[in-house]
């Protein structure tokens, strides 16, 4: 069960954004989250009692972004154990809620690893809920630790291949505070150099059709005072071919152990006009987001969307969930392709950046060490 609340409270994140927080009411603890599909026009939050409703929001997108599915999932396995839900099947319905981002599945599997240890180890059912929770809230603080990590090693190596001050950057989707349990991952490079003073501009793709870039990365760069200028998706050739993009910056849902990564789609058209112009392709992902065990790109499964996606355009605030809520920009009954991702080969990325640091150039074998440590992070 799901219940929309106006945002109340302070601020609790370094950029003010609050994507997630665990709480416990009289009533029983609850996951509130901040329903993005709302923003930038409404700031709601979403209170979550059950994994049914974390798996509505999770296919609407009312929370989003791979890291933070992870942590999403986490949380939601505890709150099944700890409301005394059959927790085998919300973890399944929660892993299966979308396909592409493998933090989602990392999450779900870290917290129902704990709880199962717990109950092996002869603890009780509030035992081994406290466990799965204590999984959640590891994983949410190692992921704020990992967010402040990449953000000064991408800003580093952002120095490091443009030497002499104030980069534009390109970026896609969104990035940033709501998709993570710090200040998100490609987001947070921009953001790190905007506030020593080295981010000349921020161009934001809209990235159509829910426009995450939009609504979302121009709502964080607004909060966070930065130098930003939204443009369509269609646009960003023309920004290559005046010059005026220095480095593309983007964030991942799964990179596979050849180096290929699954990112939202308009992700490959960005390195392809990135290596035609001479311009660095950075991804910047954790350690959750690298898959050792899907071997290729051929290999990621990519989330196909409902086309009224496309052939209807929905107002933020108006919490449209199927076809013919939204206004139709196309004929009744066109077909749409709607494939929430796309991915890029390994050839085509300049460099991987986690909270270890960067992986350039980017190949199986340059990744050998990385997908180690990441089958590790799996594990927690
Ligand atoms: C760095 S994770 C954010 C990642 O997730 C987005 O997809 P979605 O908005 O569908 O969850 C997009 O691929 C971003 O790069």
Redesign the pocket.
Known sequence: MADHQARSGGDERPSGIPAIRWEEPPEGPVLVLLDQTRLPAEEVELVCTDASALVEAIRS?AV????L?GIAGAYGVALAAARGFDVSEAARSIEEARPT?VNLSVGVRRARAAHEAELARGGDPAAAAAAALTAARTLHRQDAEASARMAAHGLALLDELLPGGGHRILT????GAL?SGGE???FAVALAAHRVGRLRRLWVDETRP?L?GARLTAYEAARNGMAYTLLTDNAAGSLFAAGEVDAVL????RIAADGSVA??VGSYPLAVLARHHGVPFIVV?PLTTIDPDTLDGASIEVEQRPGFEVTEVVAPQAQVTGPGGGIPVAPLGTQAYNP??DVTPPELVTAIVTEEGAVTPVSGEALAGVCKRAREAAAG
């Open positions: 997108l989003r972004g791979a890291p599915l981002a896609h989707c969104n990035t998709v998100g991952t490609a829910l995450q983007i964030g991942a849902d990112n939202k992902a929430a991702f």
